[in-house]
């Protein structure tokens, strides 16, 4: 009787502590794409609207109170990563094989521009504008229906081409990739 009041015991506290976890407000997401046969991803956390569609962008929305606005981390907790097996083209810029943390610009609603930054492993708000190795302009296109949970994608085009995209809310913001 003992052992089956133990058992019963260790399995109430069990399923208690199971149901008191939560999945993460924004979860961890990897996009990845093998692009002229080289692997190339991003690693973020993935914030959902939750109701504050039209509110989230602008001089007065939610992410003009960053502390690095107009430099938005483009996800949410840790910083959003870039890693890369080869040498690439993002843009105008040129990317050699390794790991980054990506940041957008979006000063201008309508022109976001891509941020690559050298410094990696840190919190997404740690902006250092000195490590950039450097900035490309994004193309901006609306989303044909509001975009819930952020996401970054990367899209194998053929021939050691892609595009990198971020959607989320109302605004989708791409720029191409070439493998070298």
Known sequence: MKRVLICASLLAITSTVFAQQKAPASPPETATAAIGGQSISIKYSSPGVKGREGQLFGKDGRISHDPHYP??????????????????????????????????DISDPDH????????????????DGTQDLGHTPMTM???????????????????????????????????????H
């Open 71 to 104: 430099v938005w981390r483009a996800g949410a907790n840790s910083a959003t990563t870039l890693h890369t097996d080869a040498d690439l083209t993002i843009g105008t810029l040129s990317v050699p094989k390794g790991d980054y943390t990506l940041f957008v």
């Open 112 to 127: 976001w521009v891509l941020i690559v930054n050298k410094k990696t492993g840190e919190w997404g708000l740690a902006y």
């Open 141 to 179: 296109s609306k989303p044909a229906s509001m975009v819930e949970n952020l996401k970054w994608t990367i899209n194998d085009l053929s021939g050691g081409k892609g595009e990198i995209t971020l959607a989320w809310e109302d605004h989708s913001a791409s720029v191409p990739i070439t493998v």
